[in-house]
């Protein structure tokens, strides 16, 4: 399975954006997909995560504002990002535990 990220882009603060997660094969095995990001000078962080029966979990830091989702039909995983602000900038990845990485996508909230 491999995965591809999309959706990133320029947004000004409080703007939202979509980010996408395509695979190239069924996802419907993968219990867990999910998100992480990684900022300038910073160490790669978990932003959220679904399993295959629905449930989600955030950083504290994107609660209220992200939300996670899973489209099994279209073997797609979705992060739509609210609310967003400069400390968001990041480039993100999505992951299907254990062993699947894909590409980045690079988000930029600035006004």
């Known amino acids: 399975v491999q995965l591809q990220a999309s959706g990133g882009g320029l947004v000004r603060p409080g703007g939202s954006l979509r980010l996408s997660c395509a695979a190239s094969?069924?996802?419907?095995?993968?219990?867990?997909m999910g998100w992480y990001r990684q900022a300038p000078g910073k160490q790669r962080e978990l932003v959220a995560f679904?399993?295959?029966?629905?449930?989600?979990n955030y950083a504290d830091s994107v609660k209220g504002r992200f939300t996670i989702s899973r489209d099994n039909a279209r073997n797609t995983v979705y992060l739509q990002m609210n609310s967003l602000k400069p400390e968001d900038t990041a480039i993100y990845y999505c992951?299907?535990?254990?062993?699947?990485w894909g590409k980045g996508t690079l988000v930029t909230v600035s006004s």
């Open positions: 094969g069924s996802i419907f095995s993968i219990n867990v």
């Open positions: 992951r299907g535990w254990p062993q699947y």
């Open positions: 679904i399993t295959s029966g629905g449930t989600t």
